[in-house]
């Protein structure tokens, strides 16, 4: 069909014949769940629906995840959930390994850094008492010349604003 110029196709018309119904789709997935092989629908067209091999005796269109009225799972059904169970486990380990190796990694830094806020300690300590010590010598020194610490205040605030006045203009 020709519409302003361009060639358009429309689509074509669907019969039921030609429509690709779900069944085959599904059939073609693979999946337990699906229609396809294990279809057990009866012969009036009744739709029922059977997602295990063997399941034909399970009449009205559910599948047998439920147990029977002995209270018993089908095979195929403890077979899934224990795949989807190892899967699961799996998973988990795989998170616990991480989890393990990130809470070792943390206790590394925390022992590493312990150790290093110890040794900033002791540098600290041992700086303190080398300026105590430098002080005292400094205000012995002081004592010894006989100039008060009223005039080295004034000369070094003279020093201050002789600095300042130079700097400035």
Not at 1 to 23: D, F, I, N
Not at 77 to 106: C, F, H, P, Y
Not at 124 to 150: D, P, Q, S, V
């Amino acid at each position: 069909m020709k519409l302003y110029g361009l060639e358009v196709q429309g689509r074509p018309a669907s019969t039921p014949g030609q429509r690709t119904s779900s069944r085959t789709a599904a059939s073609q997935s693979g999946s337990p769940y699906s229609l396809g092989q294990f279809d057990n629908s009866s012969g009036n067209g009744g739709a029922s629906f059977g997602a295990y091999p063997g399941s034909s005796d399970n009449p009205g269109g559910y599948r047998p995840a439920t147990p029977n009225k002995k209270g018993q799972y089908s095979g195929a059904v403890l077979d899934e959930l224990e795949s989807q169970n190892d899967e699961q486990v799996g998973e988990m380990s795989k998170r616990v390994k991480m989890l393990k190796d990130i809470t070792v990694a943390i206790g590394t830094e925390i022992r590493d850094s312990t150790a290093f806020a110890e040794k900033m300690n002791d540098q600290f300590e041992g700086t303190r008492n080398r300026l105590r010590g430098t002080m005292n010598r400094m205000l012995i020194m002081a004592e010894r010349t006989g100039i008060g610490w009223r005039i080295w205040l004034g000369f070094f605030a003279f020093l201050i604003l002789l600095f300042m006045y130079v700097w400035l203009f």
